[in-house]
């Protein structure tokens, strides 16, 4: 009989060594590959905190022209793929369909297996641009549009845009969308990274290990929270709403969604970025009701939930900001995911070099032994 206590969700369980990304869960303090995310966010690009994803350092001038000139070059989708997506079911939910699209890009890869550093490596920046690629098509086709290829004089953010909606973003628009991708590019080991990883743990090829962590991004707990954000803020409907709305949950121990977090103590510092961002949206586009309503909900949340370390999280304001940038709410998730591959590839690849071993967890038997196999005629 084991003698090992039970760790209920793995929380503070530490199976690997990793330099991507620290996380002061009491201070409320986040850093990829030792650089504070609020710093990446106001100087840094998607590629460059891609870059020091994949390669755990910043990159020089030329280092970082060469791996945006590869990112632009691995854009296009395979017609094989848009041809798919033209027929994936019309209602099917955009995470689903991504989950979908990633499989089939494996399956389109004549060297899928390939688990050498470079072929990994090569993988990783494929599926860094496609991602992008794959959203902005799920979006053009679920709104009866025809799929468009990548510009490639436009940054990833700019590109993604453009891809989703057909028209070249504003210079403000673009950086909005840029910080959103910084934001979420990385963030430990959260269920969809641990997914990937535990998946890649058994040698298998790198679409697979993605599929199984878009799969896990996709629940409200994770990455999903954010689409039920905006959900309850539909369900609330008029702004005065808000408190009687937030007050009855509070009384029925309900959860709000966009609140909490297995690590942070404290309000989330991406949300504390977001938050600014929501701000600006509701301020210069005249968005104010969504904001306001979040405002309300946090506030009067906080009284209650703040003294038991429970506050905003990145998907909070996030909705609010996509919704400005032409997005419905089902696509809250897969912007997540356009980020997030960053973080997952990069977490592979240093998985790679630093452990590679199957990840086995264990439980703790609960049932009996030794039962006597009742023939089925006699049970
Ligand atoms: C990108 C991301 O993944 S960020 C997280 C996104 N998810 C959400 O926003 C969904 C809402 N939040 C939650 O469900 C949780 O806070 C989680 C799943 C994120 C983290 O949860 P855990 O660390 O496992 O905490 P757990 O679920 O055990 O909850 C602990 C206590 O806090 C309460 N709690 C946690 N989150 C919330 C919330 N959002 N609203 C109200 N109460 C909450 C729980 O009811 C529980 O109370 P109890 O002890 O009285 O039963
Ligand atoms: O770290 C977590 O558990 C969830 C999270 O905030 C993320 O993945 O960005």
Redesign the pocket.
């Known amino acids: 009989m084991s003698t090992a206590t039970i760790a209920r969700?793995l929380e503070g369980v530490l199976f690997t060594e990793s330099a991507l990304c620290f996380i002061d869960g009491q201070a409320g303090r986040l850093y990829y590959g030792g650089y504070a995310i609020q710093e990446l966010a106001e100087k840094s690009t998607f590629e460059e905190v891609s870059f020091l994803l994949l390669h755990n350092r910043l990159p020089k001038a030329d280092e970082l022209k060469a791996f945006s000139d590869e990112l632009v070059a691995l854009r296009a989708l395979p017609e094989e793929l848009i041809q798919q997506i033209r027929q994936f079911p019309k209602g099917a939910h955009p995470m689903s369909m991504l989950r979908t699209a990633v499989s089939e890009l494996g399956m389109l890869d004549p060297r899928e297996d390939d688990l050498t550093p470079e072929g990994l490596y090569q993988k990783s920046l494929s599926l860094i641009a496609k991602f992008a690629s794959i959203v902005a098509a799920l979006k053009r086709v679920r709104e009866g549009k025809e799929p468009l290829a990548p510009r490639p004089d436009l940054s990833h953010a700019a590109n993604f845009l453009y891809m989703a909606s057909g028209t070249e973003p504003t210079p403000e628009q673009a950086r909005l969308m840029d910080v959103a991708l910084i934001l979420h590019a990385e963030h430990g080991f959260?269920a969809s990274t641990f997914t990937a990883i535990a998946a890649y743990s058994t040698q298998t090829d790198i679409y697979s290990a993605i599929t199984a962590a878009v799969a896990s991004l996709k629940g409200?707990?994770?990455?999903g929270?954010n689409e039920a954000v905006m959900k309850m803020i539909e369900e609330i409907g008029p702004v005065e709403n808000a408190l009687p709305w937030v007050q009855n949950i509070l009384a029925n121990?309900?959860?709000?969604?966009?609140?909490?977090?297995?690590v942070y103590k404290v309000f989330d510092p991406r949300a504390g970025v977001l938050e600014k961002y929501a701000r600006l949206v509701a301020e210069k586009h005249g968005k104010s009701k969504e904001y306001q309503i979040l405002k309300t909900i946090e506030e009067e949340a906080g009284k209650v939930?703040g003294p038991?370390g429970?506050y905003p999280?990145?998907?909070f304001y996030s909705g609010v900001v996509y919704s400005d940038l032409g997005f419905s709410l089902e696509f809250f998730t897969p912007i997540f995911a356009v980020a997030r591959i960053s973080g997952w590839a990069g977490h592979i690849l240093e998985y790679t070099r630093v452990d590679n071993r199957l990840l086995r967890p264990d439980a703790q038997y609960t049932g009996p032994l030794d039962l006597p196999y009742v023939p089925i005629d006699q049970r």
């Open positions: 969700g959260n409200p707990r994770h990455g929270a121990k309900g959860r709000i969604m966009g609140m909490g977090h297995r939930l038991r429970i999280n990145v998907d």
